[in-house]
């Protein structure tokens, strides 16, 4: 499962990277392995250059039994916890009127834990899309409304993908309300809004990367199960984005060795700074994904669809991705123990001011998987 793993985190950067440069002066937002999940169901039924493609671009050539450690990884993911919500769920809607091979369906029950769900597309496209959105619903809480917009689906349709993720957990140590404050957030040199800032002070793990200056703080949600890892550039005094810098020359190798806990300082005393924030981010993939490599997928003559059906089916595919994260005092909800005690070798006490710029991700601890990562650029 480690390859696995590290070919969604790849996945993950490329498109995060695309994403920014789409979104240049925006806060970004997404679950890399909710697309993940979503695009390797597709990739079950694909054969020929088509599979090629989706192999390259979810950097799956060099993983053995794909569809096997994505099972492990969802079963792992969605294990019951006391200590947070987790929630990772598929659903195929396809038209009724479509033959499915029954390995297929099979393949994907066993694999995904789903069914195909047969929809009227043909008939009451409305009526099918509203069903899905309310699937979405559903399985996120009511808080990923409309993730089809109207016209979306319509009597061409034959197959919608719908993966859905939600996390919601407190911090291993949550922040003081009283200590939260409005201060002002540097969106850029020339410009400031204000946020509400939250504050605490206690031992978290840390790392300072000299070449970067860039400072990378963990804060863990309950249990050690999950955290959030802050990516934070120096603050620059002049004209530069330190923050496009970084995503420039972020590599997979760097972005692991960097939050790895093991090439951290476990024990440090940090003073945390850390904005409120609210964030719901829709994006539509197809063209992104064309522009990584994924063309033929999404073309009704060069489709290779035969490991889904029999028929002459040219699925009218689009991607949608929606997600939403919320970040208090008490935790983080999203849409993706007790408090540690000062030691005797207590390190001194480190500043971790997150009043500009900064990359953040979710991370479910125990696959080393990316749940969720963005960018969080200024309040709007």
């Known amino acids: 499962m480690e390859d696995l793993s590290r070919a969604n985190s790849l996945f993950a950067l490329d498109l995060y990277r695309r994403l920014s440069a789409s979104n240049a002066e925006e806060n970004v937002f997404f679950s890399p392995l909710s697309i993940s999940t979503a695009l390797s169901m597709v990739y079950l039924g694909v054969r020929g250059d088509t599979a090629k493609e989706m192999a390259k671009v979810l950097s799956l050539s060099s ?99 719908v993966n859905a993720i939600y996390f919601k957990g407190c911090w291993i140590q949550t922040f003081d309300t009283r200590d939260t404050q409005e201060m002002p957030f540097k969106i850029n040199q020339n410009e400031s809004r204000p946020v509400k800032m939250m504050y605490q002070k206690d031992i978290f793990p840390f790392r300072y990367i000299p070449e970067y200056e860039l400072q990378v703080l963990e804060l863990p949600y309950k249990k050690f199960k999950l955290s959030m890892l802050i990516l934070l550039p120096k603050k620059t005094q002049d004209d530069s984005d330190s923050l496009l810098k970084l995503e420039s020359e972020l590599t997979i190798d760097k972005l692991l060795d960097w939050t790895k806990r093991d090439n951290m300082v476990p024990r440090m005393e940090v003073k945390v700074h850390l904005p409120k924030f609210k964030l719901e981010f829709e994006s539509y993939l197809l063209k992104i994904l ?91």
């Open 290 to 380: 064309q522009e990584m490599g994924m063309s033929s997928l999404f073309q009704e003559t060069k489709a290779d669809l035969t490991g889904m059906s029999s028929q002459d089916c040219h699925f009218n595919l689009s991607v949608v991705h929606k997600a939403f994260i919320e970040v208090n005092e008490e935790g983080t909800e999203a849409a993706g123990g007790s408090r540690v005690c000062d030691g005797p070798n207590k390190i001194e006490s480190q500043s971790f001011i997150a009043d500009h710029p900064f990359m953040f991700f979710i991370r479910h601890n125990p696959t080393d998987s990316i749940l969720f990562l963005g960018r969080f650029r200024g309040p709007s």
């Open 63 to 161: 993983v053995s039994d794909v569809h096997s450690h994505f099972k492990t990884l969802t079963s792992t993911i969605n294990r019951p916890s006391t200590s947070y919500i987790l929630r990772l769920a598929n659903r195929l809607f396809g038209e009724k009127t479509l033959n499915f091979l029954p390995e297929y369906l099979h393949s994907i029950l066993k694999l995904y834990h789903t069914e195909l769900q047969a929809l009227d597309f043909i008939g009451a496209p409305e009526m099918s899309r509203q069903l899905i959105n309310k699937w979405v619903e559903e399985q996120t809480e009511n808080k990923i409304k409309d993730l089809l917009k109207r016209g979306a689906v319509n009597e061409t349709t034959q197959l919608v993908l």
